[in-house]
């Protein structure tokens, strides 16, 4: 869950609490401890109790603490606004440049334009649609499995706070902040059906998997009401801080389904399918990375402790996974190579999406290790064994990536790292609380469930109306060229 | 006159051009090319895939040349160029009837 509340809250209450205390030595000690709810209490009840102590001066005093309370909630209204501006720029780098470098590289030559022009297309696609009805469906009404349409058009969306979600900072942020979530993850699954997909079918495709698969799966794990939800009454609350399952697991899974349906790419297995520029994959698989702190950290909605510790947790549970890749495949081939180091780094940022907020650093470098070794051997045995032609790894990173980071994280997860139960009560399994894995195991089902039929059911539709896949011609002359009528590579001009 | 064609390895191409220039060539032309002999080319892994590249670059010196200077040139390259491994490439010679020069029309070795 995206923080919510708590620390942030808390911080707030402090806050108040030091000035009551100052201005008022009669006023009864302010416990630290004290809930969010009695934090609002106090800020309102705070003038009554003057007015019995010091009647004389109570309207200046009043003023005044009013006005100060006012200063507090600005000042930690700009502090947590300024990162999560930030923190919405670095997530839309993960998709453009990020992915589209990461995956451009990956390709054929003959295709790099194709798979980045998917990504960049998505930028523009899905931030139209949520601006239209995506929002309202993911963050409107209360509903079990998807909101409403109260914010429809983003109606109601403007500075001030949805204290459902992110008290502190103008909806209007909160609101450009998730869209940079639903502009990545349909982008994810264009890895499984590179360099064969139509664009026009890409088109279609991902229009309506982002209202039936992502809308839902994003309400249902965050959204108010949601089945899912952890903090804010869902019957099976599922810890997915920054996306494991909404995110990871829906395109991870769809990816797999895309690849099942459209067949192999001509020519593979048999053909040789080198990646046609290790560079560009490298520069994308940095940017990356460095967006995934704002994916991460961001998911805390504030600039508090919360973001610190996920940030934290996000850089060691990459940095792990880069490790635990390259040992594996300097073990398995003799050598480790660029492309697995920064496959892993990629694992292990998946991996650690849902855990990101609940775990400390040590969890995280457990976390990265396990699902650095993981994702290579789903990438290079299992890829093999079952002959599924997943392009660019999309399902074997993110989906098996994703699953392994949104199980662990209810063993890992600590009320430490984040109280998300209430205090003290425990939040995973080695806090105490092992019944968080069958928690995280239904999270894990339904994301897997929803993408699975989603995906076919869409799939079919889509092949009736525009087609999926390009003609066996166009395939062998590159997309760029048939899908887009320009080149990649004109060095020669 | 006799034309000289050399594949040899990339690595070697900028001591083989300065041996030759020290001896007096003139001119000749370069191609970048693929292919391969009896080398068998070398594996590369691309998250687990294996790919056999067999067809390696290379680079192929085309020049045509007096008589008298052949067997200086073979000799320079086949010391210049050599490394002692399977893939340092070949030399081929063949004879050349005619060479006219575009600009002013001289014929024979006198063009070259």
Known sequence: MKCRGSSCRFRLSLGIGTILLAALPVAPPLAAEQTPSSAAAVSSSAPVLLAAALPEQTSVTNDKLMQLDKDVKAAQSSADNAWMLVSAALVLMMTGPGLALFYGGLVRRKNTLAIMMQSFALMALITVMWALVGYSLCFGGSGPVIGGFEHAFLRGVGADPNPDYAGTIPQMTFMVYQLMFAVITPALITGATAERMKFSGTVLFMVLWFLVVYAPLA????????????????????????????????????????????????????????????????????????????????????????????????????????????????IKNGRASALGAISGAVAGLVAITPAAGFVGPMPALVIGAIAGVVCFAMVTKVKAAFGYDDALDAFGVHGAGGTIGALLTGVFAQQVINPIFGVGKPVGGLDGHWGQVGNQLVGVVIAWAFALVGTMVLLKIVDLVTGIRVPEEHEQEGLDITQHGEEAYNLET | MMKLEAVIQPSRFESVKDALREIGVEGMTVTEVRGHGRQKGHTEVYRGREYTVDLLPKIKLEMVLPDNLVNRVVDTILKSAKTGKIGDGKIFLSRVDEAIRIRNEERGENAL
């Open chain 1, 219 to 330: 309400h249902m794990v965050w959204g108010k009401g949601g089945l899912l939800n952890a903090a804010l009454g869902g019957k099976f609350p599922t810890l997915d801080f920054a996306g494991g399952t909404v995110v990871h697991i829906s395109s991870g899974v769809s990816a797999l389904v895309c690849a099942l349906y459209m067949g192999k790419r001509s020519g593979y297995p048999k053909q040789p399918m080198p990646p046609h520029s290790l560079v560009l994959s490298f520069i994308g698989a940095c940017l990356l990375w460095v967006g995934w702190f704002g994916f991460n950290a961001g998911s805390a909605l504030a600039a508090g402790s919360l973001a610190s510790s996920a940030f934290v947790a996000t850089h060691f549970g990459a940095a792990a996974a880069a490790l635990s890749w390259s040992a594996a495949e300097w």
